[in-house]
T-cell receptor, first 115, second 115 residues
Framework: AQRVTQPEKLLSVFKGAPVELKCNYS??????LFWYVQYSRQRLQLLLR??SRESIKGFTADLNKGETSFHLKKPFAQEEDSAMYYC?????????????????FGQGTILTVHP | NAGVMQNPRHLVRRRGQEARLRCSPV?????VYWYRQLPEEGLKFMVY????????ESGMPKERFSAEFPKEGPSILRIQQVVRGDSAAYFC?????????????FGNGTRLTVT
């Protein structure tokens, strides 16, 4: 079974401090992992995905298969980073071997960055 | 591009009534997903549809819930004889043909309250 765990429901840091949002997953195959973000009064949107190895808004996340983790990090948090963050996993393949958007979400972490 | 449109934003139903939730995907997207978020929980997959076909309904409760995505018009999530436990936020997402790492585009959700 697929599972995503975000152990911190709430995370508070001060502006300029480093931030790390933890995500651990359980999946027997080869997962695709994502971070989605929901800013206040906005819809859920993709922040970044492990397959792209990209940095978005200063955030990075590295897939660690040994530790089954996909932690989200930013060296210097900004007030505008305050939001709800969800880690998500896609591991389902159709008969042709193609992934589709069936995501397993963690419970989310509310990040608050104080001035 | 208005993105994924869901309506209504808020829906109040008495126990035993029917709830119909609508989702218009991003123009050109032929894949629709429904997710449910119960209070204090993450989003949970319910169903994945392509035009006129249900591809994966493994997350749908066995009774009272149904979904469709007709050739013309929005996708509909229908809940018959609602109970208090159906109170939740229901999110729709869409995508074009899915490729590894492709983002889902989410709507703002419909918040169903059963009184």
């Amino acid at each position: 079974a697929q599972r995503v765990t975000q152990p911190e429901k709430l995370l508070s840091v001060f502006k300029g401090a480093p931030v790390e949002l933890k995500c651990n997953y359980s999946y027997s195959g080869s997962p695709e992992l994502f971070w989605y973000v929901q800013y206040s009064r906005q819809r859920l949107q993709l922040l970044l995905r492990h397959i792209s190895r990209e940095s978005i808004k200063g955030f990075t996340a590295d897939l660690n298969k040994g530790e089954t983790s996909f932690h989200l990090k930013k060296p210097f948090a900004q007030e505008e980073d305050s939001a709800m963050y969800y880690c998500a996993l896609s591991g389902r393949k159709d008969a042709g071997g193609t992934s589709y958007g069936k995501l397993t979400f963690g419970q989310g972490t509310i990040l608050t960055v104080h001035p | 591009n208005a993105g994924v449109m869901q309506n209504p934003r808020h829906l109040v139903r008495r126990r035993g009534q029917e709830a119909r939730l609508r989702c218009s995907p991003v123009k050109g997207h032929s894949h629709v997903y429904w997710y449910r978020q119960l209070p204090e929980e993450g989003l949970k997959f319910m169903v994945y549809l392509q035009k006129e076909n249900i591809i994966d309904e493994s997350g749908m409760p066995k009774e009272r819930f149904s979904a469709e995505f007709p050739k013309e018009g929005p996708s509909i999530l229908r809940i018959q004889q609602v109970v208090r436990g159906d109170s939740a936020a229901y999110f729709c997402a869409s995508s074009p043909q899915y490729r590894a790492g492709s983002p889902l585009h989410f709507g703002n959700g419909t918040r169903l309250t059963v009184t």
